[in-house]
């Protein structure tokens, strides 16, 4: 969904256990809420840091 700072996540079902099984492979250990939240963070910086160094 657009915001006016780029986009915004939205889930489309409630429930994460949902989603079992429909993504390939297999994780070594799951990961946390957080570290997801900072790697979706440090991705979208990096991607909007070469947005702006591209004129």
Known sequence: ???????MIVPLCEEAA???GRFAG???RP???AAMEQ???A???ESHA???ATP
């Open 18 to 20: 949902s989603l079992k």
């Open 39 to 41: 790697a979706i963070a």
């Open 50 to 52: 070469s947005d702006q």
């Open 1 to 7: 969904m657009p915001v006016a700072d780029g986009f």
């Open 26 to 28: 297999r994780v070594a």
């Open 31 to 33: 990961i946390s809420l």
């Open 43 to 45: 991705e979208a910086a």
